[in-house]
C-alpha cells in the first residue's frame, strides 16, 4: 500500500497537530500576563500606574521581561541544530515523546517559580529562564518532528495540510490569549502558569498516541515506503550542498518572524499604554493576530496550492506587512484591533508558505537537519531583537506615557527594518528560483513547459531522424512532475 492509499493518516495529521498545543500555548504565555510580570507589586489597590499593579506582581521589569523571551528563542535555536540532526537519525515516534516531556518540564519549572515562598526571592528569575530554556528546547525540536511526519505522510498535499498544521499551532496561541489573563484575574497569576503545565500534558499525550498510530500505518505499507520511511545519516556534505535559495529562506524566516514576535511578546502592555485598555481587553486583542489565524489558515493552505508560486507570494506578503509598523508607532487613532488582525491576516500566509519551501528544495533525507539550522538562525534572530527591545524600553517601566511612547516607537522601527529586510531577501530568492528550476514558482514553470510544447507543435519538422524539440520539452516537463512539491 502506498503511503497516500492509507485512510488512516489523517489520524496521524490529527495527533500531529495536537502534538505541539501546549508548546505554543506556552510561547506567549507570559504575554498575556505581560503586566503582572513587569510591574511592582503595591500590597495595594491605591495609585496604580502602568509600572505597578495592586496584588500578585512579579516585578521584573521590561528588561528581564524580555529576556525570557530571549532565554526561549536562544535555546530554541541552539538545541535546533543537534535537535534536527537527531530527529534525522533516531526518527519520530521517540523524537516526539523525548521533546514534548521536555517541555513540560519547562513548565513545570517555571510555575514553581511563581509559588509562594520562591515567588520574590533571588531564585525566582533564574528558575524562571531555566524553564524557558527548556520550553524552547523543547519547542524547536517538535515542530521538526511535526514537519517530517508532515513531509512523509502527506507529501501529495503538503501546502493543503500544512494549512491545517498552522491553524493548530494558533489554537495554542488563542486558547493562551483567551484563558490565561482571566485564569491570573480570578484565581492568580501561580495558577495561569500551571494551566500551560496541563497544556503541555496534552502534548504528551498526544505525541504518545502518534507514535503508535505512525508505528501501526507503517505496517500496512509495501517496502518501498518503509525504506523511504527509515532515517538516514546526513553529512556535512549533504548540507553543503543545499541550495543558495534554502539559505535565502532561512535568512527571510529569522527577518519575518523577527520582525512580528517581538510585537507579540510586548504588544499587549503596549496597547494597556498606548490606548489605555484593561490588561484583560489588551490581552484579547494582541490575541487577534491568532484569532485570525486560527479563523483563515485551512483556507489559506488551500489557496496556496491552488496558486502554486511560493515565492511571489511571499514578496507579496512581505510588502504587504511593511506598513503596519509606521501606522502602530505613529496612528493612534486606528483602532488596534484592525493592526492586529492585519498581522494576523500577513503572518497565516507566510507561516504556511514559508516552511513547506524548505521541504520543496532540499532532499528529503536532511528535511530535519534542514529545519533544524532554519530553526536555529529564526531563534538567534528573534532572540536578538527581543534582547535589543527590552535594552530600548528599559530596565525598569518608565512612569512617563510620553517618554514610554518614545521608547516603543523606537522598537518599531527596528521591527520595521527586519520587515524590509527580509522583502529584499525575498526579491533575491525569486530571482534564483526564477533563472533556475522554478520550485518555488512551479505554476510559471507549468506554463513556460505548455509553450515549449506549443512551439513544438507549430515548428517541429513533420519527419527527420534528429531528435526533435518535443522530445526535449517531454523530457522538461517530466522533471518539473518529479520535482518536490504540491502536485
Known sequence: ????????????????????????FNIDIISAVQADIQGQDTGTCANITNATCCDGCLGLGPDRYNQLYTAFSWMNALFALPGGYLIDRIGNRVSAIMVTTMATFGTILFAVATMDGIQGTTAMFPLMICGRVLIGAGTGSSLIVQDRVVAFWFKDRISFVYGFVIFALRVGNVSNFLLTANIAKHYGIQW?????????????LSAISLAIVD?????????DCKINMKALPVSRKDIREFPAIYWMICLMIMSYYASYLPFVSNGTKYIQDRYG?????SSYYNGAIYDTSVVISPLVGSILGAIDCHGIVLTSIFAFTLPIFPLLSYCPEIHPLVLTIWIGISYTFAGVCLWPCIIIVVPKKA?????????????????????????????????????????????????LSMCLFCTLCSVVLNILDLTKERKLNRRLAKKSVKEMKNFADEKSPLMTDAPSIQSYVSIDASNVDLAPGIQ
Open 1 to 24: 500500500m502506498k503511503v497516500e492509499d492509507w485512510k488512516w493518516r489523517y489520524l496521524i495529521l490529527v495527533f500531529d497537530c495536537s502534538m505541539t498545543f501546549g508548546c505554543y
Open 192 to 204: 495561569a502558569f500551571w494551566m500551560g503545565t496541563v497544556a503541555c500534558v496534552i502534548g504528551v
Open 215 to 223: 508505528y501501526y500505518g507503517t505496517l500496512q505499507l509495501d517496502d
Open 277 to 281: 485598555y484593561s490588561k484583560t481587553t
Open 367 to 415: 528535511i530535519g537537519t534542514a529545519i533544524g539550522i532554519a530553526t536555529f538562525i529564526q531563534g538567534m534572530g528573534i532572540g536578538l531583537t527581543n534582547l535589543v527591545t527590552g535594552k530600548l524600553l528599559g530596565f525598569t517601566e518608565d512612569p512617563n506615557k510620553e517618554s514610554l511612547i518614545h521608547k516603543y516607537q523606537k522598537m518599531f522601527w527596528l521591527l
